[in-house]
């Protein structure tokens, strides 16, 4: 076998359009594989943007989003946590990192997309790959209406911006 997961993409498809991400497995591989695995198993598949804050960041992952589910969205994961992979890439627009709580070791699924520089979480948070197609449908889910939620920022989507399906996939020449 030759080393073709390395350069597997994930194709996120939305309900608002596809976005292409690219992984950095040399600096989190261990998140790299484990966002793989979860895609693989349909884990994501269904599930919802359940924090969206323009200029920042929209999140997704939560398994708690899923229809039918009734968990507070944003507390789910797949049942068990990471360590965390902090590293020196950046967090600019593009790129995906894990979310977590306020261990430094407690992410399992959930991760966000950068829609604006939050540099600030630079060391703190493991970025882990960037979109390399798809830019304007992150742009569309960044500009989703949002409404106050439970923590009371307002960063809840007014309507369900749903995580169809992740797709790993090598991609074509």
């Given amino acids: 076998m030759s080393n073709a997961s390395t350069h597997e993409v994930a194709v996120l498809k939305t309900s608002y359009g596809e976005i292409t991400i690219a992984f950095w497995p040399d600096v989190a591989p261990k998140t790299v594989e484990n966002f793989k695995k979860l895609a693989r198993e349909g884990f994501y598949d269904g599930t919802a943007f359940h924090r969206i804050i323009k200029g920042f960041?929209?999140?997704?992952?939560?398994?708690?989003?899923?229809?039918?589910?009734?968990?507070?969205?944003?507390?789910?994961?797949?049942?068990?946590?990471?360590?965390?992979?902090?590293?020196?890439?950046?967090?600019?627009?593009g790129v995906i990192s894990m979310a977590r709580s306020a261990h430094p070791d407690s992410a399992g699924s959930q991760f966000f997309l950068c829609h604006g520089d939050a540099k600030f979480l630079d060391r703190?948070?493991?970025?882990?790959?960037?979109?390399?197609?798809?830019?304007?449908?992150?742009?569309?889910?960044?500009?989703?209406?949002?409404?106050?939620?439970?923590?009371?920022?307002?960063?809840?989507?007014?309507?369900r911006v749903t995580l169809e399906k992740v797709r790993i996939v090598v991609p074509t020449a």
């Fill in 57 to 93: 960041m929209v999140q997704g992952g939560c398994p708690n989003t899923k229809e039918g589910e009734s968990g507070m969205p944003g507390t789910g994961g797949p049942g068990y946590k990471l360590k965390a992979e902090f590293n020196a890439k950046s967090h600019v627009r």
């Fill in 124 to 159: 703190q948070y493991t970025a882990f790959g960037e979109v390399i197609k798809g830019d304007e449908v992150l742009e569309q889910l960044a500009n989703v209406p949002t409404k106050s939620g439970g923590g009371g920022e307002k960063s809840t989507p007014i309507e």
